[in-house]
């Protein structure tokens, strides 16, 4: 009996043990669904709610609440920390925090209790709306509330606006006022670029049907279109323009700085993948080409967001999350608006480019593109037409010619051979060569390229300064095969060629030779007079001769002068500094400055054209063959020794052979108004 009663009690002990055992454990229900919320897997958070959960709320209404609120506040991630859990008979409450990353809202959190229940055995989530936010009850949603942000202003140095956010037309009209709806859609869909099936169904809208004395908006235009253009949009009956329903980018000086500028355009599908975390959304502007593309994160604002829950009554309950809207920073160039028209309007007509600097700071104050367009037909969505005639165009109107063209130098890196061969020693200023008194030469016997020619010039010897003010080709083809291959590269590349250009916009790289190319006599004589396969963005070139004004030091080109912040502090603001410093001695920069301006002053000089009484101007011209030489790059750099407000031009043309002096003229221009 008494073995009996010992195992009667081990019995029970071990039943008691088993029953205790067999039940379940609560975390593993809750650690689930709390893993599911982290990973967006709403349908697996859904199965795991208690059936009492369930009826109050469908599967396709719980998925679709949780995936429109944190979608809509674009949800990144999701950090839950979990506590100790609590069990009480057939209930367990497991208390936690969840942080919320977002790109809307920024990152806030909430303190939770997830409650569990027993059922059939099972633990399963006593779901309520308070597990979406703690602070919600029954009935009660979740609001987002979006505030627009001003993207900033880009002016140049006085002040005035070169590309701003303003009105746009919006064509549209009034249903109850249209005659006959086909009639009007046969009208105005060749006016507005539109397939007629498009304006049919803006006009079939339910809201349109339901409210026929709105203005209904079909289509948004530049905000400068011609005067004659919106009288034929508005001889369409039942046809009205509106310029306060839809803001947009405004680019007022045109074409005059469209390649500084740039311009903005709606982003694509494949941006906004890769940007919406950064706040995009599928209506934004972006930056495509320019200033607006070059400073997208500096100009761009950030949007506002205020995440709140509202009531039955559609009242705003309380905010969860707030972020204040942020305009972008307004940014001053250093761009003179006076010069920049003068350039625009000298080359027009023309295909080439003309840059001004402030040689001294390497401020730039023009940088004009010629053949240009117009920058306001991108923000609103350019028309089939506009961009067939852009696309199509033989003269590639939208290449930026001063910094994304190279070209053969030519004669302009005259003065640069001149450098390399007296800081060698291979000549001095009285060097003479006598075989440039021909108006060909062979260099050796074995030669079997072509012979060097060289551009007439009066008689007299050829020396240094000669060569260099009559622009003498035989004199430094002579003088780079004294060189030698091995100095002239290596010089070449002190001076910047070869190296990446430090701009803000970005510059295509410029070259000594190519790459593949092996050095010979014939190509090195060439490239000493700046052809060969030599080539170099007028940009560069115009940094280059920086050096002459600044004792040998080559300025960096700079672009902006300051950036400020929508509430007027001062965020950045332009610092002169060199690009390369001490490339050329300052003893062959005294040496050669004199002959530069000689080549201005002497009436026998390549430039004496540019000459201008009471200024001092020193410059230099080239003539650089391209292609079949049908055509050649007219050259022109030239900058005034003025010291209180110096001024350094580069002009670089596309021209048919022959027809380069125009450069002359266009920099006299420059240089004259500037000093006016």
Known sequence: ???????????????????????????????????????????????????????????????????????????????????????????????????????????????????????????????????????????????????????????????????????AYTVGAKPSAIPDIDDFVKALAPLIEMDESAIHSILNQKWVKDNPDLFVPIKNLPFNIPEDYKNELLNVKGVMLSSKSYTTRQYPMERAFAHVTGYVQRINQDELKEKSSKGYEAEDLIGRQGMEAALEEILRGQRGYTLYIEDREGKQKNIIAKVEAQDGNDVMLTIDPNLQKIAYEALEGHRGSAIALNPATGEILAMVSQPSFDPNVFPVGVS???????????????????????????????????????????????????????????????????????????????????????????????????????????????????????????????????????????????????????????????????AFYNGGNMMLPQIIKEIRTASGQTVESLQPKPWLEGVIPQQQVETLLPMLVDTVEDPTGTAHKVKIPGLTIAGKTGTAQVGDKTQEIAWFIGFTLNTEKPLLVCVALEVPAGEGDVKLDIARRMFAEYYR
């Not at 035989?474 to 190296?499: P, S, V």
Request: aromatic share 12%; charged share 20%.
């Open 384 to 546: 089939p037409s506009s961009w067939k005639a852009i696309s199509q165009d033989p003269n590639h109107s939208l290449i930026n010619r001063c910094i994304q063209s190279l070209y053969p130098p030519g004669s302009v890196f005259k003065p640069f051979t001149a450098a390399m061969a007296l800081e060698l020693g291979v000549i001095t200023p009285h060097t003479v060569v006598p075989e440039a008194q021909e108006e060909e030469w062979i260099p050796s016997p074995n030669w079997t390229a072509p012979p060097i020619r060289r551009v007439s010039h009066p008689a007299g010897e050829v020396n240094l300064r000669n060569a260099i003010v009559w622009s003498d080709n035989i004199f430094f083809a002579w003088t780079g095969l004294k060189i030698g291959y091995k100095d002239f590269e290596a010089f070449a590349n002190r001076y910047g060629l070869g190296q990446s250009f430090p701009f803000i916009l970005p510059v295509k790289n410029s070259q000594v030779k190519n790459d593949a190319s092996q050095w010979s006599d014939a190509l090195l004589a060439n490239t000493s007079y700046g052809q060969g396969e030599m080539l170099v963005t007028p940009l560069q070139m115009a940094a280059m001769y920086t």
């Open 1 to 167: 009996m008494k073995r009996f009663a010992v195992l009667m009690a081990l019995s029970l002990i071990i039943c008691f043990i088993v029953s205790a055992c067999s039940k379940p454990d609560p975390e593993e229900p809750a650690n689930a669904y709390l893993d599911a919320w982290k990973h967006g897997k709403y349908q697996d958070m859904y199965e795991l709610l208690s059936l009492e959960s369930q009826s109050s709320i469908a599967e396709e209404e719980f998925v679709n609440r949780y995936s429109n609120i944190f979608s809509a506040i674009k949800l990144d991630k999701l950090e839950i920390t979990t506590q100790e859990i609590i069990i009480e008979d057939n209930e367990a409450y497991l208390p936690f925090k969840a942080e919320f990353y977002t790109n809307t809202v920024g990152t806030f959190q909430y303190e939770y209790t997830l409650p569990l229940v027993l059922e059939d055995k099972q633990w399963k989530i006593a779901w309520s709306p308070s597990l979406i936010f703690p602070i919600m009850d029954e009935g009660d949603k979740v609001r987002i509330a979006q505030q627009d942000a001003k993207r900033g202003a880009i002016t140049d140095r006085e002040g005035n606006p070169l590309a701003i956010d303003g009105p």
